[in-house]
């Protein structure tokens, strides 16, 4: 079910996209290769030293804006050990949900959907609600992600957000 899933999302994406987004790119590249020769944690290490700051803001902004390299490179790079570049990835994938969500949640394990389904931190508190509303109403608008376990599981994870955390704003009675 899953790999069918996977697959129809990679079509969909294919369709929708722009073929700019689903070229390869020389940084992603590099990557992969380092990845496929060190692991991850070489990488997340690599990505992590005060000389490569830049370039993993850049693999999180291509990651946010939904390149589909990216994203699935981020998503392997984000189960590594490395707090500080696991943060980083986190938040790019939290970016690509709210745009790619069908890619993301192929993508992602059940474990790692609460991790990706929640806002950024950056948000403010009115912010927040908006974007988390957004993102359950996309949900339950697409008959593909409201029919599957992640999806459901994503929804759950935005609705306890904006229920039970900083955002949830109560009326004076």
């Given at each position: ?20 987004a ?5 940084l ?74 069908r ?71």
């Amino acid at each position: 079910m899953k790999s069918a899933l996977c697959r129809l999302v990679l079509c969909a994406a294919a369709a929708l996209l722009p073929c700019a987004a689903l070229a390869a790119d020389a940084l992603v590249a590099e990557l992969e290769h380092r990845l496929a020769s060190a692991g991850v944690e070489a990488v997340n290490d690599h990505l992590s030293a005060p000389a490569n700051t830049a370039t993993l803001a850049r693999l999180n902004r291509k990651t946010a804006v939904c390149e589909l390299q990216a994203v699935s490179l981020t998503v392997r790079l984000a189960r590594g050990a490395n707090a500080r570049a696991v943060q980083a990835h986190e938040q790019a994938l939290r970016a690509a949900s709210g745009r790619c969500t069908r890619f993301v949640l192929a993508l992602v394990s059940a474990a790692e959907v609460p991790r990706v389904c929640a806002s950024q931190p950056s948000w403010g508190a009115a912010q927040t609600a908006r974007e988390l509303r957004r993102r359950i109403a996309d949900i339950d608008a697409d008959r593909l992600l409201r029919g599957t376990a992640q999806g459901q599981a994503c929804r759950a994870a935005y609705l306890y957000e904006l229920k039970n955390t900083r955002v949830t704003l109560r009326v004076a009675t």
